[in-house]
């Protein structure tokens, strides 16, 4: 959406925009626990999304997790404002509302804060980061390759 300016939380290591009241409101994601392997398999048998925040070449280099969609970092805030059909053409999955369960996930957990600071921001009420990333995913589970 043109000239639609994102507000993130401070906490998500945002340099420059911090987040007036979202500490106060109880969204920031300071301190909150990730998910862990187990959370995330568990989570995945139920409706929620899992977005994976890293580049496309990490994916196609490494694999990803199983039943996750891909959207780098850089274009997460674009994508979580895009037209329902938009969303679906391009990651061909259907556009999450903002009280869907979401996860995010990297490579070791930085990125996935980010993402979790962008959509909170932009008022999804029901995201978690899985902190481990892909990293801690291949200790208990194979990838999936691309």
């Known amino acids: 959406m ?12 945002v340099s420059s925009v911090s987040c007036p009241g979202a500490a106060g409101r109880g969204l920031c994601s300071r301190g909150a626990p990730g998910l862990s392997s187990q959370q995330l398999k568990d989570l995945k048998s139920s409706n ?3 977005i994976d925040v890293r580049e ?7 694999g ?22 938009e969303f679906k053409e391009q990651y061909n999955q259907k556009m999450p509302a903002k009280s869907d369960p979401v996860v995010f996930s990297c490579l070791a957990g930085k990125r996935s804060k980010q993402a979790l600071g962008f959509a909170m921001s932009l008022g999804f009420s029901r995201v978690q980061q899985y ?8 200790k208990h589970e194979p990838p999936e390759k691309k």
């Open 2 to 13: 043109p000239g639609r300016k994102l507000i993130a939380c401070e906490c998500a290591e």
């Open 131 to 138: 902190s481990g990333g892909f990293e801690d995913w291949v």
């Open 48 to 50: 929620v999304l899992h």
């Open 64 to 85: 990803k997790i199983p039943a996750s969609i891909n959207i780098p970092l850089g274009e997460l805030v674009e994508a979580l404002q895009m037209d329902p059909a």
């Open 56 to 62: 496309r070449w990490e994916i196609e280099k490494f």
